[in-house]
């Protein structure tokens, strides 16, 4: 069955911390993945997109990278406004729409 | 620039009541989307439409009808609400259906009593 895993569930760190979270997918011929962000009461917000193995790409603390089966959402020195739940989704050429993983709920303490 | 929009924000339905939920795009998006949110079950598609004059459904269209207005409205109805509709649910669009990345809207809160 095509689908998209995320771990963990929730993640708590301490202000500078830093840490990963994944995703991991089991489709075939993706098309891309993506990553988002969202805060409570709101939409998600997009992030990154990756298309191929070997990928990475960088926005402030965080860093998104991509294999053939997973990608890692890596966060350094993390903030307190870095708090919130981190999306995954994928594109994949049978799919033909975006599907998303479950999220991580992330929450940094001062 | 909007982005996309969603009306309502929040609404409370009565079981067997019908309604619409309204978005509207003004990125030029050929695709667009409908979600439901609901604790623990991450972001689930009901329907969508990958250009102007074509829907499909999703993973839980039951329930569900939607009508792309045109490339820039695409509305969900329920025609006979039920409980198990509460959620919230957001509505996204992107240039095409593969290897682009979505935008949201800031979702409707539905509680149906």
């Known amino acids: 069955e095509d689908q998209v895993t995320q771990s963990p569930e929730a993640l708590r760190l301490q202000e500078g911390e830093s840490s990963s979270l994944n995703c991991s997918y089991t489709v075939s011929g993706l098309r891309g993945l993506f990553w988002y962000r969202q805060d409570p009461g709101k939409g998600p917000e997009f992030l990154f997109t990756l298309y191929s193995a070997g990928e990475e790409k960088e926005k402030e603390r965080l860093k998104a990278t991509l294999t053939k089966k997973e990608s890692f959402l890596h966060i350094t020195a993390p ?32 | 620039n ?11 339905l009565k079981t067997g009541q019908s309604m619409t939920l309204q978005c509207a795009q003004d990125m030029n998006h050929n695709s667009m ?5 609901d604790p623990g079950m991450g972001l689930r598609l009901i329907y969508y439409s990958a250009s102007e004059g074509t829907t499909d459904k999703g993973e839980v269209p039951n329930g569900y009808n939607v009508s792309r207005l045109n490339k820039r409205e695409f509305s969900l109805r329920l025609e006979s609400a039920a409980p198990s509709q509460t959620s919230v649910y957001f ?23």
């Open chain 2, 2 to 12: 909007a982005g996309v929009t969603q009306t309502p924000k929040f609404q409370v």
């Open chain 2, 33 to 37: 989307y409908w979600y439901r949110q």
């Open chain 1, 79 to 110: 903030k307190p406004e870095d708090s919130a739940t981190y999306l995954c989704a994928v594109t994949y050429n049978q799919g033909g729409k975006l599907i998303f993983g479950q999220g991580t709920e992330l929450s940094v303490k001062p």
């Open chain 2, 91 to 113: 509505c996204a669009s992107s240039w095409g259906l593969l290897g682009t990345e979505a935008f949201f809207g800031q979702g409707t809160r539905l509680t149906v009593v």
